[in-house]
């Protein structure tokens, strides 16, 4: 079945530690993107990306990185220079272009910064 | 600024009954608008979109109306079920491109038996 696999599903980190979020999908989808969702709030858009080698910062991207070497991945690290990324996280897909603004996520990934 | 704000954070109906969740935004013009059903711990999952020029939509036991005049969208779910039981985000889009989506914080609609 086609989707978007994310893992670790869960993840601790100690403050100071730089993780990456793996993302990857098998939809044949060329835009790829990173939320943040915290309690209380909407969809927060870290980063995206609408063809490999290529990405674009969101709204809050100060703090991660990613990267887009094949159509299929698009994995996000979380820096040490992040302040709170204790958060759930999201990635998701979409077909480019315009009238197709569906997005397809992923299971999410809960990371807690100990 | 945008703002978009979704009726309550939580709603509880009656099982049979009509559930309406609202969302409203200011300072916005989008063309399109999504709904999206969220379960504990999950991703998302899309719902519906409709356009700016279209005043319904319907898809099974849903329907979306987009009144832009008001700058409100009404979600329902008639003869709700437990099983609808999640919250519901709302997401507008100016240019119908996901990457310019601007999501609600959610409405959790628990459907009591």
């Known amino acids: 079945d086609g989707g978007i696999t994310q893992s670790p599903k869960y993840l601790f980190r100690k403050e100071g530690q730089n993780v990456t979020l793996s993302c990857e999908q098998n939809l044949n989808h060329d835009a790829m993107y990173w939320y943040r969702q915290d309690p209380g709030q909407g969809l927060r858009l870290i980063y995206y990306?609408?063809?490999?080698?290529?990405?674009q910062k969101g709204d809050i991207a100060e703090g991660y990185s990613v990267s887009r070497e094949k159509k299929e991945s698009f994995p996000l690290t979380v820096t040490s220079a992040q302040k709170n990324p204790t958060a759930f996280y999201l990635c998701?897909?979409?077909?480019?272009?315009?009238?197709?603004?569906?997005?397809?996520f992923g299971e999410g990934s809960r990371l807690t910064v100990l | 600024s945008q703002k978009i704000e979704q009726n309550s954070e939580a709603l509880n109906i009656q099982e049979g009954k009509t559930a309406t969740l609202t969302c409203n935004y200011t300072?916005?013009?989008?063309?399109?608008l999504q709904w999206y059903r969220q379960d504990p711990g999950r991703g998302p999952v899309f719902l519906l979109l409709i356009r700016e020029n279209e005043k319904e939509k319907r898809k099974e036991r849903l329907k979306v109306t987009f009144d832009t005049t008001l700058k409100q969208s009404l979600f329902h779910i008639t003869a709700s079920q437990p099983a609808d039981s999640a919250t519901y985000l709302c997401a507008l889009d100016p240019a119908g491109s996901a990457r310019q989506l601007t999501f609600g914080s959610g409405t959790q609609l628990t459907v009591l038996p």
């Open positions: 990306s609408q063809i490999v080698n290529d990405f």
């Open positions: 998701a897909s979409s077909m480019a272009g315009r009238d197709t603004g569906e997005l397809f």
């Open positions: 300072n916005y013009s989008p063309a399109y």
